[in-house]
């Protein structure tokens, strides 16, 4: 691009110091917002280097920036991180859900296990994180089912299902030792660290003795147990080094404009997965790299080691993380393991450009979708509906797509004054009001386009509930045709912009009505089922929060609750409370 005077006065007076750059559109929008270790240098380089890709489009569109400098890059990264989170910028690689990989966590009294985000509680036991975090829910699923450990947080009064099926010691009415809690403890320790062979073997002489016993759907339950063993620690037999060392392995590779940054994670020399970023490019590619394991781990636990093919990143680490090692191996079997994150970061660019086609598509749907209504593109949507049966349970609902994206971090829920139950107008009213007058008071950004379902009514309710909090933003509806199938698009004077039903615009924004659809009626079935169960759960003394909420967990349906026999409820409830229940059922 060519630089105008502006920018080349903007670039003249930048700072060679730490901070944060914010570059903007001729509306003054903030389009992208990233940290600098000099600013001068990296600001620069947007505009002096040729560029590809989504850099080269948000460069495109940068008018003006301002920048704010900071004391050091720590500083700078976590003002970066509250920037985007504020602002949402379409530029931005955003980590919408912005969470710490999850861990299992043994508590050492009395080996109860849990999922954790972070590893900060001494009285458990860490281990991993967990790249994939099925991986951690199966496994920590696998575990419950293999040990008796303690399912409940807090101890009821009676031994519940797990106890009879073997799978507890119920402490609620045993006392149990601590050497018992120490074996239990050890052993589910041992098992995580991969010795697996002792509960194979265990399994396999229960599935033969039961076998031999004609006691085929026990034989049956053991083999499902000896192959999920096998499948969840499968991938533990990629061992690192016989010295269990915990390690991150970390490996580059650039194309075409883009940088993949693969993230191979191992504990007790056992690999436990892969993540992988993808970025536009910037600037040198072992710089960016070097940026992006910086926020890798300002939200994940430093290893002991942390090896990596990054070229000058073991001296910078190693003052900024004295507590890790870092190394850059030459040879032997570390570089082995630098090679197959190399692999993978590879593979995750081929994955990258066979779905780039996609984003392109939908920023060029968007770009259409502003000039048919003629607005400024519409990067960021955000789509209302709200679901009430009869005028019973009425709530709201918003979803959020960001260049054609659910951003599902922003979705939003919202519970409806009962008095309008039934009132589509006043809901969404209520709802967009709510909705943007909190964006307002917090000074956060606001949609490009607020598009409704219903048609013109909806457009002018939600521009009322705008204009009561004087909030500008473009509205305009999905309307349908008489055979309640959505035709086009209605602005506030009722002008129609038909669509072609064919057309790749048209099933862009099917998804997004349908989702905010699926979003607004499981919102609503899920506080129904709640209401329908507390006025059976109400009346029946005996029952409070915590035993409704295990009910509806053990029962999700009213039909599964009214099947429940009498034995069933007395397992997990006092025998007069499960009476009462039980008779108050079969009375309805």
């Known amino acids: 691009m060519e630089l105008t005077e502006k920018l080349k006065r903007q670039i003249s007076l930048l700072p060679d110091k730490p901070g944060v750059y914010l570059m903007k559109d001729k509306n003054d929008k903030i389009i992208y917002v990233g940290k600098a270790k000099s600013l001068t240098r990296r600001v620069s380089q947007y505009f002096l280097r040729p560029q590809v890709g989504k850099v080269l489009a948000m460069v495109n569109h940068v008018d003006h920036f301002d920048f704010i400098v900071v ?7 976590i003002l970066e991180m509250n920037l985007i989170q504020t602002h949402y910028p379409r530029y931005n690689i955003m980590m919408m859900d912005d969470s710490h990989y999850p861990y299992i966590a043994i508590r050492r009294s009395d080996a109860f296990l849990k999922i954790a985000r972070r590893a900060d509680d001494r009285k458990y036991f860490y281990f991993g994180p967990f790249p994939n975090a099925k991986d951690a829910f199966k496994t920590i699923d696998l575990l419950n089912q293999i040990y008796p450990t303690r399912k409940c947080k807090k101890l009821g009064k009676k031994p519940c299902l797990y106890y009879h099926m073997g799978q507890c010691l119920a ?4 006392e149990i030792s601590d050497e018992v809690y120490q074996d239990l403890y050890n052993k589910i320790k041992s098992f995580l660290d991969g010795n697996t062979a002792p509960v194979i073997k265990e399994y396999t002489d229960k599935m033969n003795r039961a076998s031999e016993e004609l006691r085929f759907e026990d034989a049956q339950n053991y083999k499902e147990i000896i192959d999920a063993v096998r499948r969840v620690t499968a991938k533990q037999s990629v061992e690192l080094s016989t010295d269990r060392t915990n390690r991150d392995v970390f490996a580059y590779a650039e194309r075409d404009g883009y940088l993949a940054l693969s993230i191979l994670t191992y504990r007790n020399g056992i690999l436990l997965g892969k993540s992988l970023k993808v970025a536009a490019c910037f600037g040198e590619g072992n710089e960016q790299a070097t940026e992006l394991i ?3 781990y300002q939200n994940n636990d430093l290893p002991k080691e942390i090896i990596c093919n990054i070229e000058g990143m073991a001296e910078e680490f190693s003052s900024i993380y004295p507590e890790a090692r870092v ?5 032997g079997r570390l570089l082995e393991q630098i090679d197959l994150a190399a ?8 994955n990258h450009f066979m779905s780039a086609r996609l984003n392109d598509d939908n920023n060029a749907l968007l770009e259409s979708l502003g000039e048919m209504l003629h607005i400024e593109t519409p990067y960021r949507i955000e789509l209302f509906d709200n679901s009430h049966l009869q005028g019973s349970n009425p709530v709201g609902a ?3 797509y960001i260049n054609g994206e659910p951003v599902k971090g922003m979705y939003r829920k919202f519970h409806l004054d009962e008095q309008d139950a039934g009132d589509d107008y006043h809901s969404m009213v209520e709802v967009v009001t709510r909705r943007y007058r909190r964006l307002k008071e917090e000074n956060l950004s606001y949609p490009d386009l607020i598009l409704t379902d219903g048609g013109l ?3 002018h309710a939600t521009l009322e509930a705008l204009k009561s909090i004087e909030v500008e933003i473009p509205v305009y509806g999905l309307y349908k045709n008489d055979k309640h199938q959505t035709e086009g698009i209605v602005d506030k004077e009722g002008n129609a912009y038909p669509l072609n039903s064919k057309s790749p615009l048209f099933f862009l924004l099917m998804r997004m009505q349908d989702e905010v659809h699926r979003f607004a ?3 609503h079935k899920a506080e129904r089922l709640k209401s329908m169960h507390s006025s059976i759960f109400d009346d029946v003394k005996g029952i409070g929060e915590k035993r409704k909420e295990l009910l509806r967990k053990n029962y999700p349906t009213i039909d599964s609750l009214k099947n429940a026999s009498l034995a069933e409820l007395k397992q997990i409830l006092p025998d007069e409370v499960a009476t009462a229940l039980y008779t108050k059922i079969n009375a309805l």
């Open 71 to 77: 004391h050091t890059d720590k500083e700078a990264f």
């Open 171 to 174: 402490p609620c009415v045993n």
């Open 398 to 400: 918003m979803v959020c």
């Open 327 to 331: 190394v850059s191996p030459k040879e």
């Open 521 to 523: 009626i499981s919102f």
């Open 457 to 459: 009514s909806q457009v």
């Open 294 to 296: 910086e926020e890798y």
């Open 343 to 350: 692999l993978n970061a590879r593979q995750g660019l081929d």
